[in-house]
Each structure stands twice: as C-alpha cells, then as structure tokens.
T-cell receptor, first 114, second 109 residues
Framework: KAGVTQTPRYLIKTRGQQVTLSCSPISGHRSVSWYQQTPGQGLQFLFE???????NKGNFPGRFSGRQFSNSRSEMNVSTLELGDSALYLCASSLGGSLGNEQFFGPGTRLTVL | LAKTTQPISMDSYEGQEVNITCSHN???????ITWYQQFPSQGPRFIIQ???TKVTNEVASLFIPADRKSSTLSLPRVSLSDTAVYYC??????????FGKGTRLHILP
C-alpha cells in the first residue's frame, strides 16, 4: 500500500507570493491533517479535513487555508507569504479522525520564503 | 490554554532503558496520548498510544498515572538507531491537537 505523498518536496517563493501544497493520503483514509514544523516552534497543528469538511483548526492566521477533495486528496494554500512561513509542511492521513487514531505522515514539503 | 512539556534532550547508552516523560495539563478522561518518533528529513512515525494505565507493544511501553497529568514513554534496550526526536501528542476536548516541542534523544555507543 502506497504511503502518504506530498508535492512538491521543495519550494522557494518570495514574500507576498502565494503557494499551494498538495497531499495524497493512503488509500481509504478519509482524514488529512496538516502541520507546520520549524526549529523554534516544533510541530504545530494547522487544520484537519475529514470527508471534505474542515473538522479542526489550529491557531494560524487566515492566510493559511486548505481544502479536501472527494478522493480525499488535500491541498493547503498560504497567501501573502512572509519570511516566517519558511518551514517544513507535513501532512498526515488516518482512517478516522486525527484524535485517537494513528496518523501516517508524508515526507513533507520544504518551503523557503525569500 | 492546554500545553504539553517534555525535556528538550536526553542522552543514553546502547542497551539501556530510556524513559521520556511528557506533562500535559487539562487533559480529559477519554483523550488519547500518542508518541511519535522522527528522524531527520522524515515525517514522524507512530510509536504507541494509550489513555490510561499501561500500554505495551513490540517497541515501547507507555505509562499513564491515574491523574493523567503526565505520561512516560519507555524504550527498552535502546540502540544507536533509536537516536531521533520523540514527540508527545495529546488530543483535547476542544479539538486542539497539541504536540510537545519534542525530546531529542541521543544514544551513545
């Protein structure tokens, strides 16, 4: 069974631009969660989608948004990029919701904002 | 605001048992505690999960005291390949998922 895939793996953008990241969950998994990882803050939860609906949301500004498609694939969008958005963005899928269920993480997308 | 706290780093030697404790306030009775392991340039990988007393699998044990304000991940007989960052993850009733800052475990030969 294929694991969680994320594209692209690396991305370089400049301040003010926007970016879209993609995540394909493990087949059959309906939940996709997104996390931001930085050296200073560690792993921070962004949001979770389950069956195309946002179920949970972390404490990030509205510039961070996401969506999930009927095939469970998910995209995350960051608008008006700031230098502080440079991070590793991880997505994770699970059969049920992210709370109380094992999450399977992808390799991440490394975003650099110049 | 709910918060989890772990030691920033730990050192141990091959063959030793390693215990990493995570403190978590405001956890509710049915909220799960999950531990993940992360190697450089990889996403975290599930180790173990529980919500009370003790849970054991083939790689680790998880001890949760009655008050549930902390939990301890126990890794028996560690090897060099166990050098990684370990995260404590707790789900809360307000659905905010909180990762700890992670514990950087360094295993020495």
């Amino acid at each position: 069974k294929a694991g969680v895939t994320q594209t692209p793996r690396y991305l370089i953008k400049t301040r003010g631009q926007q970016v879209t990241l993609s995540c394909s969950p493990i087949s059959g998994h309906r939940s996709v969660s997104w996390y931001q990882q930085t050296p200073g803050q560690g792993l921070q939860f962004l949001f979770e989608y389950f069956s195309e609906t946002q179920r949970n949301k972390g404490n990030f500004p509205g510039r961070f948004s996401g969506r999930q498609f009927s095939n469970s694939r998910s995209e995350m969008n960051v608008s008006t990029l700031e230098l502080g958005d440079s991070a590793l963005y991880l997505c994770a899928s699970s059969l049920g919701g992210s709370l109380g269920n094992e999450q399977f993480f992808g390799p991440g997308t490394r975003l650099t904002v110049l | 605001l709910a918060k989890t706290t772990q030691p920033i780093s730990m050192d141990s030697y091959e063959g030793q048992e390693v215990n990493i404790t995570c403190s978590h306030n405001n956890i509710a009775t049915n909220d799960y505690i999950t531990w993940y392991q992360q190697f450089p340039s990889q996403g975290p990988r599930f180790i173990i999960q529980g919500y009370k007393t003790k849970v054991t699998n083939e790689v680790a044990s998880l001890f949760i005291p009655a008050d549930r304000k902390s939990s301890t991940l126990s890794l028996p007989r560690v090897s060099l390949s166990d050098t990684a960052v370990y995260y404590c993850l707790v789900g809360y009733r307000d659905d905010k998922i909180i990762f700890g800052k992670g514990t950087r475990l360094h295993i020495l030969p």
